[in-house]
């Protein structure tokens, strides 16, 4: 595999941005590859040593050969740029699907529809995962979420959302997530999760709902990477 470092000067964050970029060890320019694109990307790689599972089971022929873009963040703009109401919400939301994925499509050999490009992330960064993809829909076609931090407001947004094209949705949800803290106050993320399921069940979604046994911590959340994985690509 390959990691490669790329710093964006981002015109709609108006700030310079990283991305890390991992390519298989067959990356061709002669193929196109599907793109993930993670949130929470320094986490993703160093709690869900995410590029060595990748490498691991792509090596194996779990997963076909595929990109993957982990997108880091400053942990102080976390909750503006990842919540619906964040003050950086819209324009990182504009930053990913305009900025980054042109980026990538142009520098990497790409599948460009929609559906060769997922989203992924945990908690909050399922959330800002999920309503960019609804914001882009020929853009992104599947989204997964790890323990995603919804309410009853955002499931509103999410009820409320006409869906112009099929998306494919993984969630998974931890049996003890039922007071989660947040910038909100503590979040009954069971409650919540099982509330969007019902809702994306009567829209235009693929749905896989999963369930473990466990609380809102990266051990779980790196131990069931190889089941998502293998749900969006299996």
Known sequence: MALEEIILDSRHLGTPEKLIVYTPERYSPLYSYPVLYIQDGDDYLAMGRMATLLDRMIGEKELPDLVAVFLPVDKKKRQDRYHPDGSE?????????????????????TETLGNARTLIGESLGGVVSLFTAFAYPHTFGQIACQSIAMDAQLNRRVADTAFEVPYTIYLEIGTEETAVTSARGPLDLVAANEELRDI??????????????GDHTWGHWQANLPRMLRSLFG
């Open 200 to 213: 994306l069940q009567t829209k235009m979604a693929t749905l896989v709902y999963e369930t473990f046994e």
């Open 89 to 109: 919400h819209l324009a990182y939301r504009r930053f990913l699907a305009d900025e980054v994925v042109s980026y990538i499509d142009s520098h990497y050999s």
